[in-house]
């Protein structure tokens, strides 16, 4: 067996293609600021808030396909190692024609509720099916990415993320510029959920046509649900704050934490260079040490950035609110670098989850489904002031790392 490579040259096998796909999604968060920085400043505060939360309602709904991403990209990642091209094609393939069938229900189930609030004259039924159209398109697209993944297309994956946020940006800002609302904007953003999603499947044709013919793939499978579960139990112990503040607040003050969410969520975006990279490299790897090592390489990786990160928006949370946003939401500036640290340590505990999914050890999901319960009690019991949701998130994810990191150590 070959020994485990040191820490630091774990850390320097990741940084070549970590970085690129790191800068693209850097670059990618710098599109989706814009987005979120003119519509800040062209709509009213009640506006933004409701696009703000239907944002959040699209993110939400998309992470449960990041299991079939997960499970295409370990699959894609396995064949190709083992020189089965057509295996791998079989994958993508039949995953995504197996997902067809669910954003079809996804976008019935929208057409149907806003036929149900038009009927009843409350809500905004456009803003409804558009949401419903995002969520359809973007259950399928995380399938073709994890093809892109396990193929360790990283360029063409990099490529892939700066393609959906300039999309959506140019959509959304035209839209709102010239006049149109929430729900518009959001018409705007499913439209470019559907470019994306065809655009990045071309560079998969030649996979695709070497695909062999195999029986129905079953998706509704047990480490599929689990998988899914732990991706949209992560995203919504980040995100559910956003809504709870739309709830409990009234709709300046609401608006204000959604800018202030919205500028701390670019930690978020920290761990998915290295973990694009680490997935198809930890999932063959075979051997507990090297993942280990592979694991804390990522981990210090992620750590540093975000440390960096949120001192930079502590620091800087006055101007960045007042100069980006606008002063129309200065409430928002004591709430960034607190929001930013929580943001840092879901960052942390993003890099476990992924680690675990890349080696099919889904019982996680379980720890965190406890996890969520707690939140969403203490929410329920503190939601008076802002401080009090910002104080569960530091805390709930400190948890949550904790938490990681201690059934890593019982299960390993």
Not at 299 to 310: I, N, R, S
Not at 341 to 362: D, E, I, K, N, Q
């Amino acid at each position: 067996m070959e020994p485990a490579p040191p820490p630091r040259l774990a850390a320097r096998a990741l940084l070549g293609p970590g970085l690129f796909v790191g800068g693209a999604v850097v670059a990618a968060n710098g599109l989706n600021a814009a987005f979120q920085i003119v519509l800040a400043r062209v709509l009213e505060p009640p506006e933004y808030s409701l696009l703000v939360a239907l944002v959040v309602i699209t993110l939400i709904a998309a992470v449960p396909p990041l299991a079939f991403q997960a499970a295409v990209a370990r699959e894609v990642a396995v064949a190709i190692d083992g020189g089965r091209a057509a295996e791998a094609g079989a994958a993508i393939r039949d995953t995504v024609r197996g997902l067809v069938p669910w954003a079809l229900s996804a976008l019935l189930v929208g057409g149907i509720a806003a036929g149900g609030l038009a009927l009843g004259g409350r809500g905004d039924a456009g803003a409804t099916v558009a949401t419903a159209a995002t969520i359809s398109a973007a259950l399928v697209i995380p399938a073709v990415w994890g093809g892109l993944q396990g193929a360790r297309l990283f360029v063409v994956l990099g490529l892939a993320h700066l393609t959906f946020a300039g999309t959506r940006l140019a959509a959304g800002v035209a839209i709102g510029e010239a006049g149109g609302g929430a729900g518009a904007v959001m018409g705007g953003v499913a439209g470019a959920t559907v470019v994306t999603l065809g655009l990045t499947l071309l560079p998969l044709r030649p996979l695709l046509r070497r695909a062999e013919r195999t029986a129905a793939r079953r998706l509704a499978t047990l480490p599929n649900a689990a998988a899914a579960t732990g991706l949209t139990l992560l995203t919504a112990l980040a995100s559910v704050d956003v809504l709870v503040a739309k709830l409990a607040f009234p709709s300046a003050t609401a608006g204000a934490y959604g800018v202030a969410s919205v500028g701390a969520r670019v930690l978020l975006l920290v761990p998915i260079g290295v973990t694009t990279v680490l997935f198809p490299r930890v999932a063959v790897l075979r051997d507990r040490a090297r993942e280990r090592r592979h694991l804390l390489a990522g981990l210090a990786v992620v750590g540093v950035l975000g440390a960096a990160t949120t001192a930079v928006l502590w620091a800087a949370a006055g101007p960045l609110i007042r100069h980006v946003f606008g002063e129309k939401y200065a409430a928002a500036i004591p709430w960034l670098g607190p929001l930013s640290l929580a943001m840092a340590l879901y960052a942390l505990a993003t890099v476990y989850l992924y680690h675990f999914l890349s080696l099919a050890r889904t019982r996680f999901s379980l720890v965190l489904v406890g996890v969520f319960a707690g939140q969403l009690i203490a929410f329920a019991a503190l939601h008076g002031r802002p401080a009090e949701l910002i104080g569960i998130q530091i805390a709930v994810a400190a948890l949550t790392v904790a938490a990681a990191e201690a059934w890593y150590l019982f299960r390993h």
